[in-house]
Structure formats: structure tokens, C-alpha cells
């Protein structure tokens, strides 16, 4: 804390954003004066319950428990503090929200993933990730998003016309200690991909949340319009945030074995089987918003198919192929992108996890092909699923699935239900324009 409030002084810092990520999976927040930043790290900033009932649409949901009357308190992790590059003056922390008493909120969903974390610990293991980010540039002119360029995929032009907005993006990424891995151009105009280095999960998702706000208020201040929407423009490629996980222990990436199926342990299968029995209901958290499932489709390499397969891009969980002499074997989630609440995707799917180890599930055999080729009948023989085609479908099986609901507990899920169910009501009135316009707004 000390440390902290120092650091705030010497970096010219006046104000502190304590952020979190809502149920509608809008990055929020209050920002505290740095003179008493201590006192606010040790207090948090009070705050109304209501807002985890508050919907992209800044529509509050009747929810018991968060209505007007009731506070929380918006309580900083003192280890996120980073100044922020891309505005002076100000810094951020990653917060959770806290009982006025400080004992942890139900509602709250930065808690949920401590959670997670905590029972994936009971069983030995810590979970390593990194959301891989796919979003668009462009400008606005009034309700439209025009990319910055119409280049090809990973074309050596794209790395032209994105340059200056990339240059100024990783130099701001590491900085915040986002360790950037690789950027290229893909497929969709404007369409850019900024991976950065796996951490731990808490880390993962917050550092997801700072990779957001910094793709966003960089091109702001180049004039330019970043969204992590999933279709900000219906007839380019979706932008998705696959997520890539591998459990370790002592040290050591517990999905290595040399001797198992593709490189990958017995223990890996398991999770992998849990991750695959659970996906109908995680994809409620995983593609949280109404316009996710416009990308959620077949032949649009966004893993539309529950099956898994070696370094297949088609379905829902690859298998990725380990690259380096250490090995670096690991999951990736496919039907995940930048809507869903990193804290609530990242939980949800180490729950899903956890009961395949505990169950000692087996995901089946690999799916080597593109699972839209096969005929209806073949997928049925091979257990592949197509998951939930709307936001509707998702939620629905989320609510079917007990142990996500269980995990997730009655007031978060009540509220996240609530608040998803407005969203998938309010755009099932409107047409594909208005949605995508307020989903490249908002996300
Ligand atoms: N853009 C694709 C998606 O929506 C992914 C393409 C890729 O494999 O990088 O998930
Ligand atoms: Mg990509």
C-alpha cells in the first residue's frame, strides 16, 4: 500500500481508477484522489450494489439484493497498480467489490475466479492463461465503424497502414508489464491480433481488462475506433479471445506428457473433458453478449462445434501443438471473445475443469476434420455438438447446468441470468445494424 501511494507520487499521479468488469462485461469504475490513496485502498470507494444488475444497455434489472438500497465497496488489489501510458495523471487498479464490513460480495466476479483458483488449488494445481485478442481499428463517422484498411490476411500491407497505431499499442502494453508475444494483421478489414504473455488466471483476466482499456484509449487518442466487438461489421470475420490454458504444479506444465496422446497427459484429457461437457452453459460466460453468436458460427474458425481435436481450428477446443524443446502444450477455448467478464469465463471454465479431474471424464476421440462436413448423423455417432446458435440458447443451458449455477451461487447467477436475458430481449427487436453499432460502442 505504501509502495503503491509512493509510486502514485513519483509518477505525477493524481488519480487512481479502481476497475472491474460488470455482468454485462463493461469495464467500470471510480477513480480515487492520489493524496489519500492509502485510506481508499484500505476502505475502497463505496458503490451501489445495483450496478452488477446494470445491463450493456444501461438498463438495471430487477434483482433482489441489488436494487437502490445496499453498498459495496470498489476495494483495489494493490498488486495491479500500473500508471497509466496512454493517460497522463492517471494510474489503475483491478478491484474487487467488497462488503462494507471488507469480507468478499457474492455479487462480485474478480471473488468468483479467486474461487476458482482456490479449488483448483485443493487439487493441486495452478492454472496458466492468456486471452489471444482479436479486434478492429477503424474511425467513426457518426453510427459506422470504417476500418482502417481493407488489407489481406496477415498481409505485409496491413502491417503498413495499422503501424503507427501498433508501435504506440505494445509500447503501452508492456509498460503495464503485458509482456506483448506477437501482433499480425488478420483476415477482416482493420482486423488486429496482439497476444500477450500467460500468467496466472487472476492475472490473465486482469490483465485482459488492461489490454482493453489500452487497445481502446490508444487509438482514441490517435482519432481511431478500437472494438473488441465479435461482429462489428456483420460480413467481416469475427474477433474472437480464444483462451489458452494449461494446468501446472510444482513448477511444471502438468499437460506435458511425451508418452500421452499428442504430447498431452492423462490429466489434460480429463480437464479437457470437463471444459467439453460443460461448454453449452460456459459459452453463456465465455461469448457473453447477443452479437457473440453471429461470430459463434459454423466455418468461421471461431469453434461453433463442441469436440476437440490436435491443432484443429474448427473445433471448439484445439489441442495446440507444443512449439519449443520445453514444450508448451496447452487448450484453446475457441468459442471465447472479449464481451464475457474475464473473471466470470476464466471461473466458469476452471470449474468445468475441475469436474472433469474429479469425475475422471475422457473427451473421446480427436476430431481430425472440419465437424461442418460432416452429415448430422455422423455427428451424432461422434458426440459432437453444435453449440447454442443465440445468447438465448446459451443461457438457457447455462441454467440447466448445476454445476456452473452452483458454483457461480444464486445471486450471481440470478443477476448474470437477468441481466443477459434483458440483453437477448432488447436486441431481438432490433435489426443486425443496430446491434453491431451498440456492441463496437460498447466493447
Ligand atoms: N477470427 C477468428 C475467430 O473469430 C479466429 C481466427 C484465428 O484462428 O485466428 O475466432
Ligand atoms: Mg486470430
Request: contains cysteine; glycine residues 10%.
Amino acid at each position: 500500500m505504501t509502495e503503491v501511494s509512493q509510486r502514485a507520487r513519483e509518477e505525477n499521479v493524481s488519480l487512481v481508477r479502481f476497475l472491474y468488469a460488470d455482468h454485462g462485461g463493461i469495464i467500470r469504475g471510480k477513480a480515487a484522489a492520489a493524496a489519500r490513496l492509502a485510506e481508499r485502498i484500505e476502505s475502497g470507494i463505496g458503490h451501489t450494489r445495483a450496478m452488477m444488475a446494470m445491463s450493456m444497455m444501461d438498463e438495471l434489472q430487477p434483482v433482489e439484493g441489488m436494487g437502490p438500497i445496499g453498498e459495496v465497496r470498489i476495494k483495489p488489489d494493490p498488486n495491479t497498480f500500473v500508471t497509466l501510458p496512454y493517460a497522463f495523471g492517471a494510474a489503475a487498479m483491478l478491484a474487487d467489490q467488497v462488503n462494507p464490513d471488507g469480507t468478499p460480495w457474492d455479487g462480485c466476479a474478480r471473488t468468483f475466479l479467486k474461487q476458482a483458483i482456490a479449488d483448483l488449488a485443493a487439487e493441486g494445481y495452478e492454472l496458466q492463461a492468456s486471452f489471444e485478442p482479436e479486434f478492429t481499428l477503424g474511425r467513426r463517422e457518426g453510427a459506422e465503424l470504417i476500418p482502417v484498411d481493407e488489407s489481406l490476411c496477415y498481409s505485409a500491407t496491413g502491417f503498413h497502414l495499422a503501424h503507427d497505431y501498433i508501435i504506440d499499442l505494445v509500447a503501452a502494453l508492456n509498460k503495464q508489464g503485458l509482456e506483448v508475444e506477437h501482433y499480425y494483421p488478420e483476415l477482416g478489414h482493420g482486423q488486429q491480433e496482439v497476444p500477450v504473455r500467460h500468467a496466472t488466471a487472476l492475472r490473465a483476466a486482469d490483465n485482459h481488462v488492461l489490454l482493453r482499456e489500452t487497445v481502446r484509449a490508444v487509438a482514441i487518442r490517435q482519432g481511431l475506433w478500437a472494438s473488441f466487438a465479435p461482429k462489428p461489421l456483420p460480413d467481416q470475420a469475427g474477433n474472437g479471445a480464444h483462451l489458452h490454458a494449461s494446468l501446472w504444479a510444482g513448477g511444471s506444465n502438468a499437460f506435458i506428457d511425451p508418452s500421452g496422446q499428442f504430447g498431452m497427459s492423462r490429466l489434460g484429457y480429463r480437464f479437457l473433458a470437463g471444459v467439453l461437457a460443460h461448454l453449452p452453459g460456459l459459452v453463456a460466460l465465455t461469448c457473453g453478449s447477443v452479437n457473440s453468436y453471429r461470430r459463434l458460427a459454423p466455418s468461421m474458425w471461431a469453434g461453433a462445434f463442441g469436440c476437440w481435436g490436435p491443432d484443429n481450428r474448427e473445433a471448439a477446443v484445439r489441442l495446440c501443438s507444443p512449439i519449443g524443446a520445453a514444450g508448451s502444450v496447452n487448450l484453446e477455448l475457441k468459442p471465447s471473445d472479449s464481451t464475457g467478464n474475464p473473471y466470470l469465463a476464466l471461473g466458469g471454465f476452471i470449474y468445468a475443469g475441475i469436474d472433469g479431474i474429479r469425475r475422471s471424464l475422457d473427451p473421446g476421440e480427436p476430431l481430425l476434420v472440419d465437424p461442418a462436413t460432416l452429415s448430422s448423423s455422423e455427428r451424432t455417432r461422434l458426440s459432437v455438438v453444435r453449440l447454442p446458435a443465440s445468447l438465448s440458447e446459451a443461457l438457457d443451458a447455462l441454467e440447466a447446468d448445476s454445476l456452473l449455477m452452483s458454483a457461480l451461487g444464486p445471486l450471481r447467477s440470478t443477476a448474470y441470468l437477468a441481466v443477459k436475458r434483458s440483453e437477448a430481449a432488447h436486441f431481438a427487436e432490433k435489426d443486425a445494424a443496430y446491434e453491431c453499432f451498440h456492441h463496437w460502442m460498447k466493447f
